[in-house]
């Protein structure tokens, strides 16, 4: 069984810490791997392949121009699509140059809808089962920091007046969910399973938006139970135990 996870620097295993980024070993795919290794070994044995092809800074744009390569040419039985934090950025130093003018999201929620579309339907074409992530909850608190360190409180000021950080990424989660429905595609909730989880402090980077490896942990292991019921009922895969 050969498992894709696409994505952005999320997928990739990101963090932030003491004001770097860095590329963590333990990051989703990897532990999603363990995890299937662990219980499914007498199924799988050491059969089991999941991809990590997540990009740092990568957007929906960007994951329609890799998506063949990326994708379809490996042949997988499942990918799991997780992107839309990037989508809903805004370019910080236009905004911090120009504060009273009007700024859109890098890329527009119309568009994000669209690729995220785009891209399920090419995955269902060529055979393989896409599953959509939901997006991972930010820190606003520490969010707005990081970008007022970075560029001037009129950031802020600026993201406020449009409805705050958090009002833009649940905008694009919503979203997301309602194609997810539209399209009859699974769904998986990491959102709200890292929410209950514990302090956010504990699950989301110094930068507000990465994961610690303790939130990428949660992750995992959320995707892993919603996919081990999909396997349970998948006639393509022999699976005698969840």
Same mark, same amino acid.
């Given at each position: 069984?050969?498992?894709?996870?696409?994505?952005?620097?999320?997928?990739?295993?990101?963090?932030?810490?003491?004001?770097?980024?860095?590329?963590?070993?333990?990051?989703?795919?990897?532990?999603?791997?363990?995890?299937?290794?662990?219980?499914?070994?007498?199924?799988?044995?050491?059969?089991?392949?999941?991809?990590?092809?997540?990009?740092?800074?990568?957007?929906?744009?960007?994951?329609?121009?890799?998506?063949?390569?990326?994708?379809?040419?490996?042949?997988?039985?499942?990918?799991?699509?997780?992107?839309?934090?990037?989508?809903?950025?805004?370019?910080?130093?236009?905004?911090?140059?120009?504060?009273?003018?009007?700024?859109?999201?890098?890329?527009?929620?119309?568009?994000?809808?669209?690729?995220?579309?785009?891209?399920?339907?090419?995955?269902?074409?060529?055979?393989?089962?896409?599953?959509?992530?939901?997006?991972?909850?930010?820190?606003?608190?520490?969010?707005?920091?990081?970008?007022?360190?970075?560029?001037?409180?009129?950031?802020?000021?600026?993201?406020?007046?449009?409805?705050?950080?958090?009002?833009?990424? +649940?905008?694009?989660? $919503? @979203?997301?969910? %309602?194609? #997810?429905?539209? *399209?009859?595609?699974? +769904?998986?909730?990491? $959102? @709200?399973?890292? %929410?209950? #989880?514990?302090? *956010?402090?504990?699950?989301?980077?110094?930068?507000?938006?990465?994961?610690?490896?303790?939130?990428?942990?949660?992750?995992?292991?959320?995707?892993?139970?919603?996919?081990?019921?999909?396997?349970?009922?998948?006639?393509?895969?022999?699976?005698?135990?969840?």
């Amino acid at each position: 069984m050969k498992i894709i996870c696409f994505g952005d620097s999320l997928t990739r295993g990101v963090t932030f810490v003491k004001g770097r980024l860095k590329i963590l070993k333990n990051n989703y795919p990897k532990i999603l791997q363990e995890l299937f290794l662990n219980n499914y070994k007498d199924e799988f044995g050491e059969d089991i392949h999941i991809m990590n092809k997540g990009v740092f800074n990568d957007n929906s744009d960007l994951l329609i121009q890799r998506l063949e390569r990326d994708v379809i040419q490996e042949k997988p039985d499942y990918v799991i699509i997780e992107i839309g934090g990037n989508d809903c950025d805004f370019v910080w130093a236009e905004v911090a140059k120009n504060p009273t003018d009007v700024h859109e999201a890098t890329v527009p929620v119309e568009r994000y809808i669209n690729n995220l579309k785009s891209i399920v339907i090419k995955i269902k074409e060529a055979g393989p089962t896409p599953i959509l992530s939901t997006l991972p909850p930010l820190d606003p608190v520490r969010y707005y920091e990081r970008i007022m360190e970075s560029y001037s409180s009129q950031v802020s000021d600026w993201i406020c007046k449009v409805g705050g950080i958090e009002h833009w990424h +649940s905008n694009y989660n $919503r @979203s997301l969910k %309602k194609l #997810a429905e539209e *399209l009859n595609v699974m +769904s998986i909730d990491v $959102r @709200s399973a890292i %929410k209950r #989880a514990g302090d *956010l402090k504990d699950l989301i980077s110094d930068d507000g938006i990465h994961l610690t490896e303790k939130g990428y942990k949660v992750f995992a292991e959320e995707i892993f139970q919603k996919l081990s019921r999909i396997l349970e009922n998948d006639t393509r895969i022999k699976m005698d135990k969840v």
